[in-house]
């Protein structure tokens, strides 16, 4: 098995802590050993040298255990004699510092693993390379940067908050099949059950949510999860009074590392012009209606990285090239 095979395991075991980590990363770990003597379940199905999986983790929830320590943890006390050869895979550096937890970094010193394989360098200033540095001057091997661009993705949020100093925003609206975000000037029900019910996710899945003033005014949209299972983002509204730019900054000040746009158009093309968007996330329905309120252009440097059909309505989301 390659680094790569491990690595995507700590990926697949790091998207369980999507809801309850934050605002700390998702990160899984797996601990790789050869089989030894082999537990119960596995003699006679792998020769003494073959690697074996004896250990596995995420980061559940803030505060509690992170991914390596949940993965020491699984390890059973049979196993613990192949920790000496083993492989530790982190999806995201292990930490250096004592926040609600202690380091884990010297966690893997102590269990005395024989490798470390790390996807990312992690962004927090507190850590910044000083695992890995301990890591290595405790004599044990190091490996970083596998499936980095998958590791920084998953995180993109975490990574944006700490590196840019803001909130990841993610600019969003329907629009008809003609291009229009309502019908002269009324509210105008695009999204089907489906892709309401998705919106809904995404809402769950985001620390805050942001409209303009005339859409607050004009639709009063409560914003809230009503379709899905999950937290309430944080409601904001964009007003006249409150310049664009000072508002990110209260944002990134009270923690907020991810942040919805819901419109209406003056607002998105506000954020389209400062540059201050990571994602655009557009829904068309077949409908058409005869004149209202144009959707916002998209900017040129952009690309499709998901596309989905619900019904008879098409979700396609963009990011930077």
Same mark, same amino acid.
């Given at each position: 098995?390659?680094?790569?095979?491990?690595?995507?395991? #700590?990926?697949?075991?790091?998207?369980?802590?999507?809801?309850?980590?934050?605002?700390?990363?998702? +990160?899984?770990?797996?601990?790789?050993?050869?089989?030894?003597?082999?537990?119960?379940?596995?003699?006679?199905?792998?020769?003494?040298?073959?690697?074996?999986?004896?250990?596995?983790?995420?980061?559940?929830? #803030?505060?509690?255990?992170?991914?390596?320590?949940?993965?020491?943890?699984?390890?059973?006390?049979?196993?613990?004699?192949?920790?000496?050869?083993?492989?530790?895979?982190?999806?995201?550096?292990?930490?250096?510092?004592?926040? =609600?937890?202690?380091? #884990?970094?010297?966690?893997?010193?102590? =269990?005395?693993?024989?490798?470390?394989? &790390?996807?990312?360098?992690?962004?927090?200033?507190?850590?910044?390379?000083?695992?890995?540095?301990?890591?290595?001057?405790?004599?044990?091997?190091?490996?970083?940067? +596998?499936?980095?661009?998958? #590791?920084?993705?998953?995180?993109?949020?975490?990574?944006?908050?700490?590196?840019?100093?803001?909130?990841?925003?993610?600019?969003?609206?329907?629009?008809?099949?003609?291009?229009?975000?309502?019908?002269?000037?009324?509210? &105008?029900?695009?999204?089907?059950?489906?892709?309401?019910?998705?919106?809904?996710?995404?809402?769950?899945?985001?620390?805050?949510?942001?409209?303009?003033?005339?859409?607050?005014?004009?639709?009063?949209?409560?914003?809230?999860?009503?379709?899905?299972?999950?937290?309430?983002?944080?409601?904001?509204?964009?007003?006249?009074?409150?310049?664009?730019?000072?508002?990110?900054?209260?944002?990134?000040?009270?923690?907020?590392?991810?942040?919805? +746009?819901?419109?209406?158009?003056?607002?998105?093309?506000?954020?389209?012009?400062?540059?201050?968007?990571?994602?655009?996330?557009?829904?068309?329905?077949?409908? +058409?209606?005869?004149?209202?309120?144009?959707?916002?252009?998209?900017?040129?440097?952009?690309?499709?990285?998901?596309?989905?059909?619900?019904?008879?309505?098409?979700?396609?989301?963009?990011?930077?090239?």
């Amino acid at each position: 098995m390659t680094d790569e095979y491990y690595m995507r395991r #700590c990926l697949q075991l790091a998207k369980n802590g999507r809801l309850n980590a934050r605002p700390n990363p998702m +990160v899984g770990a797996v601990i790789v050993a050869k089989n030894g003597n082999g537990s119960a379940k596995d003699k006679g199905l792998l020769t003494k040298d073959s690697p074996r999986i004896i250990g596995e983790g995420y980061h559940v929830r #803030c505060g509690e255990g992170h991914a390596e320590v949940n993965a020491f943890a699984s390890v059973c006390q049979e196993d613990e004699p192949l920790l000496k050869d083993a492989t530790i895979y982190v999806s995201l550096e292990p930490c250096a510092h004592y926040g =609600k937890t202690p380091p #884990c970094c010297d966690l893997i010193i102590r =269990k005395g693993v024989r490798r470390v394989v &790390v996807g990312c360098v992690d962004p927090f200033a507190k850590v910044q390379g000083r695992g890995i540095q301990r890591i290595r001057e405790a004599g044990i091997d190091v490996t970083v940067g +596998v499936l980095e661009a998958e #590791c920084k993705w998953l995180n993109r949020r975490f990574f944006t908050y700490h590196s840019q100093h803001r909130p990841y925003i993610i600019l969003k609206w329907a629009q008809t099949a003609n291009g229009f975000i309502d019908h002269h000037g009324q509210a &105008v029900k695009i999204s089907n059950e489906q892709t309401m019910m998705l919106s809904h996710k995404l809402r769950a899945e985001e620390d805050a949510i942001l409209v303009g003033h005339t859409t607050d005014v004009r639709e009063h949209p409560k914003l809230t999860v009503r379709h899905w299972v999950g937290p309430n983002p944080k409601r904001v509204v964009l007003t006249h009074d409150r310049p664009l730019l000072q508002l990110i900054d209260d944002l990134y000040q009270h923690g907020i590392q991810s942040l919805i +746009v819901e419109g209406g158009r003056q607002t998105h093309e506000s954020f389209l012009e400062a540059g201050l968007w990571d994602e655009i996330r557009v829904e068309t329905a077949p409908m +058409v209606v005869d004149d209202g309120t144009r959707a916002p252009q998209l900017p040129a440097q952009i690309e499709v990285f998901d596309r989905q059909t619900f019904g008879s309505n098409t979700i396609v989301w963009y990011k930077r090239t």
